[in-house]
Structures are given as C-alpha cells and as structure tokens.
C-alpha cells in the first residue's frame, strides 16, 4: 500500500484530474511581473505546473519514487504540487477521493493482472475537456489470480 501512495501522487502529478482550476483575484496584485487587477478570472494551468522543469527532474516522465521520502503532500502548501487545488477554496475531499481511489486500484489488482488485448503498452494522451480523461479508452483484459 505503501508504494500504491507514490504511484497515485505520480498519477496526480502527470494528470491531474482538474487541468485548469479556475480563480478570481479578491485585490491587485504582481505575480512574478504579471500586473492582476483586482476581480480578475484567472486560470491556474496545473498541468503545466506539475512538468515545469525548474520544479522537476524528469518532469514528463513516470517515477513514483519521486515522492519517496519527500514530504510534499495534497494539501496545497507547496504550489508545485497541486492536484486538490489549494486555499480556502481547495478541495475538501482529498481524504476521502484518496480513499476511493486507493481502495478501488488495490481490489482491481488483489484479484486480476491486466493486460492489454494485443499487448501493447498504453496509449496515455489526454483527451481535451474540463476534467481530464484519456483521448482513447482504457481497454484491458483481467487474468484472475484465483482459479474459481
Ligand atoms: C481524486 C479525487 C479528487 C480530486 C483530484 C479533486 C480535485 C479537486 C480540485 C482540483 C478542486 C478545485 C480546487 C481549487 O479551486 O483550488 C476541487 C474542488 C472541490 N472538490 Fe474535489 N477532488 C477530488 C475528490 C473530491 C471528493 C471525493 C469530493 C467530495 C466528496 C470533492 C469535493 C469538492 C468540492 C465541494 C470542491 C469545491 C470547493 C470550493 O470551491 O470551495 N472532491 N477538487
């Protein structure tokens, strides 16, 4: 379980669930030379910030261990790493999405190996929407682990 906690930050981390989190600015201000006036809808491109090369090594790349030892976690703090969003308007979900999710990935490999049907490797590019999903749908067959 351990290691399933890395890969699903890493999964976060690749692709995020909300690509672009939407925010408005309560007053002026500067970011990094970028005058904002106040009430300005702006648009934090998370994707882009979770593979800028100055915050990652390898920033394309799938390697769980990057949060081995790291104590980067959701809750926002750190603005390289922001897949729950961040602030007063950050996602109350988190415990319960990670939850889900981790429950859900270790049943579907307690039970089955996967493979996909001509053994491929899979295609991850992401199709274009608000939340993000896959541009070709996941398709895989289950080998039970379990004779019946
Ligand atoms: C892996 C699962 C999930 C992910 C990746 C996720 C991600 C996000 C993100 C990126 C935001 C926008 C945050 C911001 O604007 O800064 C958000 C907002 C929100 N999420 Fe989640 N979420 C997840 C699960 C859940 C669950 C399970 C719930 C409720 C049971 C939930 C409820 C909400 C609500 C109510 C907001 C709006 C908060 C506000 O605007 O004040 N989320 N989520």
Redesign the pocket.
């Known amino acids: 379980m351990g290691y399933l906690k890395l890969v699903v930050k890493e999964s976060?981390r690749l692709h995020?669930?909300?690509v672009l989190?939407?925010?408005q600015s309560s007053t002026i201000t500067n970011v990094k030379g970028y005058h904002i006036p106040a009430k300005t809808r702006v648009l934090?491109n998370?994707w882009s910030v979770h593979r800028d090369p100055k915050e990652w090594e390898k920033p394309d790349e799938f390697i769980p261990e990057r949060f081995l030892n790291n104590p980067i976690d959701f809750k926002?703090q750190d603005f390289k790493y922001?897949?729950?969003?961040?602030?007063?308007?950050?996602?109350?979900?988190?415990s319960?999405?990670?939850a889900?999710?981790e429950i859900a990935i270790a049943n579907l490999l307690y039970w089955f190996d996967w493979k996909t049907p001509g053994g491929e490797d899979l295609d991850m590019r992401e199709g274009f929407g608000v939340t993000v999903n896959k541009k070709i749908p996941l398709e895989l067959v289950p080998i039970s682990h379990f004779s019946s």
């Not at 922001?82 to 988190?94: A, E, L």
């Open positions: 976060l995020p669930s909300g989190i939407p925010g934090i998370v926002g922001i897949p729950f969003g961040s602030g007063r308007r950050g996602c109350p979900g988190i319960f999405g990670m889900i999710v």
